[in-house]
């Protein structure tokens, strides 16, 4: 069974009782702009950790193909995703 609505509103709907004030759409922003060189360092970093994995995989590391070489490449891959999570 359905609930019964309602009928009786105290307001006019999309009206506002007085003294109330409108809230802000969006939170105010803490902090400034991450320098331009930031997302620079976050692509470098990304890029420099896949490079890593591929030449593991391709033996161009020397003792590869071992696990401390994709270890290595992951550890910068998840530096960069750590960074892009500081970015503004």
Avoid: C, D, E
Avoid at 21 to 29: D, E, K, L
Avoid at 49 to 74: D, E, H, K, Q, R
């Amino acid at each position: 069974m359905a609930r019964p609505r309602k009928t009786s509103r105290i307001t006019p709907k999309g009206t506002r009782p007085q003294g109330s004030q409108i809230a802000p759409t969006s939170a105010p922003r803490h902090g400034s702009q991450s320098a331009s060189w930031f997302g620079w360092l976050i692509l470098t970093l990304l890029s420099i950790g896949t490079a890593v994995i591929v030449s593991n995989y391709m033996s161009w590391l020397p003792g590869s193909p071992t696990s401390a070489w994709i270890a290595v490449g992951l550890a910068i891959v998840l530096a960069s995703i750590l960074l892009a999570t500081r970015w503004r």
